[in-house]
């Protein structure tokens, strides 16, 4: 199996800086896209970015230009630095990964837990 953990939520004042981070392990042979989607409550869960292994890198408008995702593949980590927040950037912040394990050499997709992330104004 794969687990995705990450780290780095918490309560910020509006306008500031906050660093997520997700590593991946377990039975990873490699990682296509690593990727980043928030849930605000009573919302559907959405795309904030996601970073293929070359680097390609795609982006929600609503975060363009504030934050930036990156990713380590050695340690099979993504990390998402967000600047300039916003109350609305309120929200339940999931890691995703979308593997190639080495049992079978399968593909899979997975969710981290979430961390959350709040905004306040």
């Known amino acids: 199996q794969v687990q995705l953990v990450e780290s780095g939520g918490g309560l910020v004042q509006a306008g500031g800086s906050l660093r997520l981070s997700c590593a991946a392990s377990?039975?990873?042979?490699?990682?296509?896209?690593m990727g980043w989607y928030r849930q605000a409550p009573g919302k559907q869960r959405d795309l904030v970015a996601k970073?293929?292994?070359?680097?390609?890198?795609n982006y929600a408008d609503a975060v363009k230009g504030r934050f930036t995702i990156s990713r380590d593949n050695a340690k099979n980590t993504v990390y998402l630095q967000m600047i300039s927040l916003k109350p609305e950037d309120t929200a339940v912040y999931y890691c995703?990964?979308?593997?190639?394990?080495?049992?079978?050499?399968?593909?899979?997709?997975?969710w981290g837990q979430g961390t959350q992330v709040t905004v306040s104004s």
């Open positions: 377990g039975d990873i042979f490699s990682i296509i896209t």
């Open positions: 995703n990964a979308d593997v190639i394990r080495r049992t079978g050499v399968s593909r899979g997709n997975y």
């Open positions: 970073i293929t292994s070359g680097g390609s890198t």
